[in-house]
């Protein structure tokens, strides 16, 4: 589904990544770990077109892509979840979920019933403002408008972050259904390690803008993992 060859990343001047080659198969969770500042978010906003590569091939369903804007990436099937979520605030909640349709043609811009069997909690909320929700209702209402666009590769950039015990639960369960549908990639950054070790089908360890280890869980061990991202 996914595949990067020799991606490179600058911000001005300073190169953030380099040569990143991997891949994300449909079926799969593909997680990105490294401790702080290696360099995956950047790559996760690379893949999004959040933020442009310098270099390198991504190609997505086996369709070599150019260096795409967002809104253009989103068009091709991949939705982004960024880190600190980013709901408009002022919107409801049902307002957040129908900016979703942008990508959609009109005979599909509908909530499916799908969304709030995974999010239950948005249901009974669609009038509240994305603002008055609290921080682990914002991030299932993030997960769930990215899905709305029904997304082929879903980057997901640290969705425990701040959230509480049985709200991490409930996204564990989502990415397992997801995965279990078989119709999507899904890469997943994450610093909880033992919530990004379970969910896990490959894994990509970034070190200093290099990936220093990846493979499978079949491939890797638990403990090179865990070296990995705390070295």
């Known amino acids: 589904m ?6 490179t990343l600058h911000y001005g001047h300073s190169q953030i990544l380099y040569g990143i080659s991997m891949e994300a198969a449909l079926g ?33 369903g086996g369709e070599s892509l150019g260096i795409l804007p967002a809104h253009r990436m989103a068009w091709k099937g991949v939705g982004y979840v960024p880190q600190g979520r980013e709901i408009f605030p002022l919107l409801t ?5 129908e ?8 005979s599909e811009h509908f909530i499916p019933d799908e969304i709030f069997e995974l999010f239950p909690v948005l249901k009974q909320m ?7 929700l609290s921080g682990g209702q914002q991030q299932q209402l993030a997960i769930a408008r990215a899905l709305i666009a029904k997304p082929r590769l879903l980057l997901l950039d640290e969705p425990t972050e701040g959230i509480q015990p049985n709200i991490i639960a409930q996204i564990g369960e989502v990415i397992r259904h997801l995965r279990s549908k078989g119709e999507m990639a899904i890469v997943l950054v994450e610093q909880y390690f033992d919530f990004a070790y379970d969910l ?19 491939d890797v061990s ?9 070295v």
Do not use: W, Y
């Open 200 to 218: 896990a089908d490959r894994f990509v360890v970034l070190r200093r803008g290099e990936i220093m280890i990846e493979g499978t869980k079949q």
């Open 126 to 132: 669609q009038n509240r403002r994305g603002g008055d």
């Open 222 to 230: 638990r403990d090179e993992v865990l070296q990995g991202v705390t």
């Open 2 to 7: 996914l595949k990067l060859t020799d991606l």
């Open 28 to 60: 799969e969770v593909t997680c990105v770990m490294g401790t702080n500042g290696v360099g995956k978010t950047s790559l996760i906003k690379a893949i999004s077109g959040t933020h442009p590569r310098s270099g390198g091939d991504l190609s997505l």
């Open 99 to 106: 900016t979703g349709f942008a990508c959609l043609p009109a």
């Open 93 to 97: 909640v049902r307002e957040n979920l």
